[in-house]
């Protein structure tokens, strides 16, 4: 079975564009979670979904931040308008259980806002 | 809040060389994972870990929970170039259903 998809890998966008990252979790799992990765802050969890719905985004940045999981396979995020500081690592991680607490994750989207 | 703390920070080692890291915390945690970040990749699971006193073996790697479930060490036996990379610990928190991270090892290997 294929892991964690993300696209695009890689991201370069002018301050201001609109991003929009997505996810691809593994078959089966019913959790999805986003991450931002900074060499300053490490990873941090920005929000995660059960079963398609939002369960807690509250390490979402500010209001330009969006996620959306309109079906089990597809997840999106999105930066409106994008700023010089929102540059990272982005992460998608799956799992079918949060008692185990084993996540998957996908290879990342390295995004740069110039 | 929980945190977990790694250390050494960084490791240099040569080919060959034994690798001990470990993490700790000042709360409990009920599960122990580790995992480990290539440069540009995302982090794979290696290792995860679910009792107290359990002990693990992933081919070359061996991590142990600890008995106070306070702390937990991953072991890297005759090391080689590709185990280089970021290793890191990571627990469900409590009364969260949040990953907390470790703050990191990172691993360099010379041949």
């Known amino acids: 079975d294929a892991g964690v998809i993300q696209s695009p890998r890689h991201e370069v966008t002018e301050m201001g564009q609109e991003v929009t990252l997505r996810c691809k979790p593994i078959?089966?799992?019913?959790?999805l979670f986003w991450y931002r990765q900074t060499m300053m802050r490490g990873l941090e969890l920005l929000i995660y979904f059960n079963n398609n719905v939002p369960i807690d985004d509250s390490g979402m940045p500010e209001d330009r931040f969006s996620a959306k999981m309109p079906n089990a396979s597809f997840s999106t995020l999105k930066i409106q308008p994008s700023e010089p500081r929102d540059s990272a690592v982005y992460f998608c991680?799956?799992?079918?259980?949060?008692?185990?607490?084993?996540?998957?994750f996908g290879p990342g989207t390295r995004l740069t806002v110039t | 809040g929980q945190q977990l703390n790694q250390s050494p920070q960084s490791m240099f080692i040569q080919e060959g060389e034994d690798v001990s890291m470990n993490c700790t915390s000042s709360s409990i945690f009920n599960t122990w994972l580790w995992y480990k970040q290539d440069p540009g990749e995302g982090p794979v699971l290696l290792i995860a870990?679910?009792?107290?006193?359990e002990l693990t073996s992933n081919g070359r790697l061996t991590a142990q929970f600890g008995i106070t479930r306070k702390d937990s060490f991953l072991n890297i036996s005759a090391s080689i170039p590709s185990d280089v990379g970021i290793y890191f610990c990571a627990g469900p928190g409590r009364n969260t259903d949040k990953l907390i991270f470790g703050t990191g090892t990172r691993l360099q290997v010379f041949p």
């Open positions: 991680a799956s799992t079918p259980s949060l008692i185990l607490g084993e996540q998957y």
């Open positions: 870990l679910y009792k107290a006193g």
């Open positions: 078959s089966g799992h019913d959790y």
